[in-house]
């Protein structure tokens, strides 16, 4: 692995972003990175755009990826992904894994996905659309585990360099104990292996 | 997580957050009294041992309240360090500015058990959306000794530290995060756990404890001379204040002076630089080890500071520069922003320009995107309430007065009802002030709103003070039975205290009645007919009276109360 990877997740408040964040840094811990992570609270997180930061590696200082820094953007909501252009770009070979799903943004019109796709072609050679929200609600009942399902993907996609028994075990340590099957399961959906 | 910030596995690793971190450094440090009122980004040091206090794994020995406000919790915390207790307070940056009526002479007073006072300021106003506060200006106003911890591990090193200090010294001594501090997780090596068990007793001892003239300036002169010890004894061969990297190289003949989150910012450019420039990181910032600053810049063409909001440290160093080196050039905030947060980019790119080199990211015009207004929960009573306001009155004429909590989301579409919108209390006294000043000729009415947990901080005084001087504003407190926007903490109104007993709920109808409001209604706002027909009937009441609307419906997200 190059000196850091850099993981960038966006969506809207309410779609568990913060825990996701959590698994993603406990996983690096588990296979022996040092990691950083940055989120927020308050405010910033009703209903309102959401970003988190996580950035691992052998010694990480900022926990703030850089502008055009990105290597991933996972974000669970497709037009928040246009925002985290900021942190894409060619020369980093940012990688977008997105949830092709579209949030209503009152008084504004809505951004489809193929308008989307062609505006961050400017910033990545991979941009991944998957229809999460869909899958995850089809198959296992709850739209909430769409975050998780993507984490299956990016690893199926060889998007990160962390291993499924790493992420699965940090799923394991960081969501409550009645919800861990569920939680496994929509990580397996991605038939990683 | 729980389970981790109370682990008994000392060397164990655990990611936590800065604000967890505070509280692991406070439980290693024996800390037995911690009191706070919520607030972003500092709340989980509340919550943290809230959720311990009321878990199986409750600390023994350890008193935890959510106060009723920042300088009730303040003096709480005070009370229990006069009494010999180790003692942590928490709050937001806003939350001192209400505390620091208190805090000023307890600087005077001194501490007795260690105190600390965990502040986290919040730039770029991601939650504190008032005003950008540095709360380091505290240490030249009440001239308490102020530390910067730049990560999670810090957090925890930082506080332990400065509760030996506290008890050394017998003095408050404030940890400072930021945001990106207090919310910044990483790897924490946990030590180990320390139960308090010391038995509080206070000591009579008014020589300490009773701030009067003529002992009071006297008192002064002790803590200026206590400011100077600390700083020659701790602060100027503290670790804390470290220089990494080559100490100073005689081709480059440049240095770089920063703290806190900055510090990991100029690290990172550093790294993507590929530069070996000398960085003095400074734990302390007040008091500043100003022999330190002096030898690292002596030597030094060029001197690059590197802070967050306003230029304070720079001047600190402009004014040492003068003795020691006066032809010194010192680069700071011509390089940087002194409005909103630093990034690593915006460091990257001081460094080069400082370094003159050359450094540029290159990337596409960015898209054009609509921008996400925060919102109520989908199901929030709140909804109900604005609903109705806009079918009952002309929302073109109505003045809305608004304040910290959910409710400050009406300012966002789809309802656009807040017209002035300060800090908590404040959609009262403004309201007052308004009402007792637009011409009748004008026939201006007014609505201020007030969240519960919001009046029970300081929306009481504000409705006594409009009765009492004849004022006729519509009050609707906003009653949600919790402190939401924060993260559903219990407040008076509720039957829970921190320690998770049960207690007496303060019933605000109460209160308002022995304010001397007579015209008071509460209603649940799902009944939008009745709701839609007080607000109307009270809003056109004639007399000049203050009327009052406790709009009673729980948030979503409490059990019902």
Redesign the interface.
């Known amino acids: 692995m190059k000196?850091e990877f850099n993981i960038i997740l966006s969506g809207?408040?309410?779609q568990g972003i913060i825990t996701l964040?959590?698994i993603l840094?406990?996983a690096a811990?588990i296979e022996g990175y040092?990691?950083?992570?940055?989120?927020?609270?308050?405010?910033?997180?009703?209903?309102?755009?959401v970003e988190s930061h996580i950035r691992f590696g052998k010694e990480?200082?900022?926990?703030?990826?850089?502008?055009?820094?990105a290597d991933l953007i996972i974000s669970l909501e497709a037009?928040?992904a246009?925002?985290m252009?900021?942190y894409a770009?060619k020369?980093s070979e940012t990688i977008f894994l997105i949830n092709d799903l579209i949030k209503p943004?009152?008084?504004?019109?809505k951004?489809s996905s193929k308008e989307i796709s062609k505006?961050l072609e400017?910033?990545s050679k991979k941009c991944i659309f998957v229809p999460a929200s869909k899958i995850v609600k089809e198959k296992l009942g709850k739209e909430v585990l769409s975050g998780v399902y993507l984490l299956g993907q990016a690893v199926s996609k060889k998007a990160f360099p962390l291993k499924a028994s790493s992420v699965i075990k940090s799923i394991k340590?960081?969501v409550p104990k009645k919800y861990f099957l569920l939680n496994k399961k929509a990580f397996d959906l991605a038939n990683y292996d | 997580m729980i389970k981790e910030i109370i682990s008994n596995k000392t060397g164990e690793k655990a990611i936590l957050l800065g604000n967890e971190g505070i509280v692991r450094g406070a439980i290693e440090a024996g800390v037995q009294f911690v009191s706070t009122y919520p607030g972003t980004p500092a709340s989980e040091i509340g919550d943290t041992f809230f959720k311990i206090q009321n878990s199986k794994s409750k600390i023994k020995n350890l008193y935890f309240e959510f106060s009723i406000n920042e300088k009730v919790a303040m003096e709480a915390g005070a009370g229990a360090s006069f009494s010999g207790l180790r003692t942590l307070v928490g709050m937001k940056n806003f939350g001192l500015n209400v505390a620091s009526d208190f805090l000023m002479p307890l600087l005077y007073s001194g501490v007795k058990g260690g105190m600390v006072i965990a502040i986290a300021d919040d730039p770029n106003c991601w939650s504190s959306a008032q005003s950008e506060e540095n709360t380091r200006g505290f240490g030249s106003l009440a001239h308490i000794p102020i530390i910067e911890p730049s990560t999670p591990q810090e957090c925890k090193d930082f506080t332990k530290l400065a509760f030996e200090l506290s008890e050394k010294f017998k003095i408050p001594i404030m940890v400072r995060e930021t945001t990106r501090v207090a919310l910044q997780s990483g790897i924490v090596n946990l030590g180990k756990i320390v139960n308090g068990n010391r038995k509080g007793k206070f000591i009579k001892d008014p020589h300490q404890f009773s701030t009067m003239p003529p002992r009071v300036l006297e008192m002064k002169k002790e803590l200026l001379e206590k400011i100077e010890k600390i700083r020659k004894d701790i602060s100027e061969k503290s670790p804390i204040n470290k220089v990494y990297g080559k100490e100073f190289s005689a081709s480059s003949k440049m240095g770089i002076i920063t703290s806190s989150v900055s510090f990991l910012y100029v690290m990172e450019a550093l790294k993507e630089l590929n530069l070996n420039i000398p960085v003095l990181k400074l734990g302390f910032f007040n008091p500043l080890p100003e022999g330190k600053i002096k030898s690292f810049i002596k030597p030094l063409k060029k001197v690059l500071v590197v802070e967050e909001l306003e230029p304070y440290l720079e001047k600190e160093i402009m004014r040492l520069a003068k003795d020691i080196n006066p032809k010194l050039q010192i680069f700071g905030k011509n390089l940087l922003p002194e409005v909103g947060e630093l990034r690593p980019e915006y460091v990257i790119k001081a460094v080069s320009k400082f370094k003159n080199i050359k450094y540029q990211i290159f990337q596409p015009k960015l898209p054009v995107f609509s921008k996400r207004f925060p919102q109520f929960c989908p199901g929030c009573p709140y909804w109900l309430i604005f609903r109705a306001i806009e079918k009952a009155v002309d929302v073109k004429k109505v003045i809305f007065g608004g304040e910290i909590g959910c409710y400050m989301l009406a300012f966002c579409p789809p309802f656009h009802l807040q017209d002035y919108l300060f800090c908590m209390g404040s959609s009262i006294g403004v309201g007052h002030g308004i009402k007792k000043s637009v011409s009748p000729n004008n026939k201006q009415k007014l609505i201020s709103f007030v969240g519960d947990s919001s009046f029970f901080h300081s929306g009481i005084p504000a409705m006594i003070n409009a009765v009492h001087n004849k004022s006729n504003p519509l009050i609707i407190v906003m009653d949600n039975s919790t402190t939401a926007m924060t993260g559903h903490q219990p407040h008076p109104g509720t039957d829970k205290t921190g320690m998770g007993e049960e207690t007496r709920k303060i019933k605000i109808e109460e209160i308002i009645r022995a304010c001397g409001v007579e015209k008071i209604k509460t209603i649940d706002p799902i009944n939008q007919k009745e709701f839609i027909k007080t607000v109307k009937t009270f809003l056109n009441n004639k007399n000049d009276k203050v009327s009052v609307i406790i709009a009673k419906r729980p948030c979503l997200f409490i059990n019902k109360v």
């Open positions: 000196k809207v408040g309410g964040t959590r840094a406990e811990l040092d990691v950083k992570t940055s989120e927020l609270h308050g405010l910033s997180q009703k209903g309102g755009s990480v200082c900022s926990p703030l990826v850089r502008q055009g820094g037009q928040e246009l925002k252009c900021y770009s020369k943004i009152l008084n504004a019109k951004t505006k400017k910033f340590k960081t």
